[in-house]
């Protein structure tokens, strides 16, 4: 059977045999620019429908001072276009990851440039010497943001994590998406109940932030390392109870697994706030 778009143009013939067919296709050369233009169109709509899925991570800074946010990819995949970046209060600004993408936010406050042009923050300081980060994590205390987007739509995972301490109320909420979507949160000044040997102080002798028992003693029952590898032989502490109690939805030691974990899927985006 043959179907003509214009004669001797386009002639598709169909061949039965058995439970099979075969097709075979006889183009004019008139065709041949058109056809190739079709192909090609349609391969490009297909790459930026299907291949190019990314997630709006959009910053906002709640809180009454200028805050400098930092970002890390893990895995050793490209960082994102910026690794660090100045947000006033009130302001916000939004980054873009590809999927499949993972790693975690954070926020420096007290942040300064000395004489030598040297930038340093007194809270969850990166230590590259400037704005961006540059692949360097947060130096503890720090609260941190935890995003790990799939893809093709897939269960993404995220949470606000107190492991590394606390320096700033944080939460992480989605737009879009479907299934559980709820929003992970910690809202509570945990350094108004830090404990005095897990207390960050500034130069005026306010707590700016408060440490893990982990980074304080640096003890295997802390870090949940050695012996206490495993949930079973590393449960909460009166230390890690502190932070669980001030936001419960927030990870408050290694393997506070139960609440803090929550899921997202159909490639939402994503609404950090820092002090919600």
Same mark, same amino acid.
């Given at each position: 059977?043959?179907?003509? #778009? ?10 039965? %045999? ?34 190019? *899925?990314?997630?709006?991570? #959009? ?12 970002? &890390? ?5 490209? *960082? ?23 790693? %975690?936010?954070?926020? %420096?406050?007290?942040?300064? #440039?000395?004489?030598?042009? %040297?930038?340093?923050?007194? #809270? ?19 609260? &941190? ?16 994590? &107190? ?7 944080? +939460? ?27 207390? &960050? ?10 440490? +893990? ?10 870090? =949940? ?8 032989? =590393? ?42």
């Amino acid at each position: 059977m043959c179907i003509y #778009t214009t004669p001797a143009q386009l002639c598709i013939l169909y061949t039965f %045999r058995s439970s099979n067919y075969f097709a075979y296709l006889s183009i004019h050369p008139s065709m041949m620019k058109t056809l190739s233009l079709m192909i090609s169109g349609l391969a490009l709509a297909s790459f930026f429908l299907f291949g190019a *899925q990314s997630a709006r991570i #959009t910053f906002t800074n709640n809180c009454p001072n200028t805050i400098w946010p930092g970002t &890390l990819t893990a895995d050793q995949k490209p *960082q994102l276009s910026t690794t660090g970046f100045e947000l006033a209060s009130k302001a916000s600004t939004s980054l873009d990851a590809q999927a499949p993408w993972k790693g %975690r936010f954070w926020a %420096r406050t007290r942040c300064t #440039t000395d004489a030598s042009g %040297r930038f340093s923050c007194a #809270t969850a300081d990166c230590a590259s010497g400037q704005v961006t980060c540059n692949g360097n994590g947060a130096v503890p205390p720090a609260s &941190l943001v935890e995003i790990n987007i799939v893809e093709n739509g897939g269960q993404d995972f995220y949470d606000v994590s &107190l492991v590394d301490g606390f320096n700033l109320p944080v +939460s992480v909420s989605t737009e879009g998406g479907s299934g559980e979507c709820k929003t992970s949160s910690c809202q509570a000044n945990v350094n108004a109940v830090c404990p005095a040997e897990l207390q &960050l102080k500034a130069a005026d002798g306010s707590v700016i932030a408060c440490k +893990s028992a982990c980074t304080a003693f640096n003890q295997p029952q802390y870090c =949940c390392t050695g012996a206490f590898d495993k949930p079973e032989t =590393c449960p909460p502490t009166n230390y890690s109870m502190i932070f669980e109690n001030q936001c419960p939805q927030a990870y408050s030691y290694a393997y506070d697994d139960v609440n803090s974990t929550f899921t997202c899927s159909g490639a939402p985006n994503y609404v950090i706030t820092f002090c919600p």
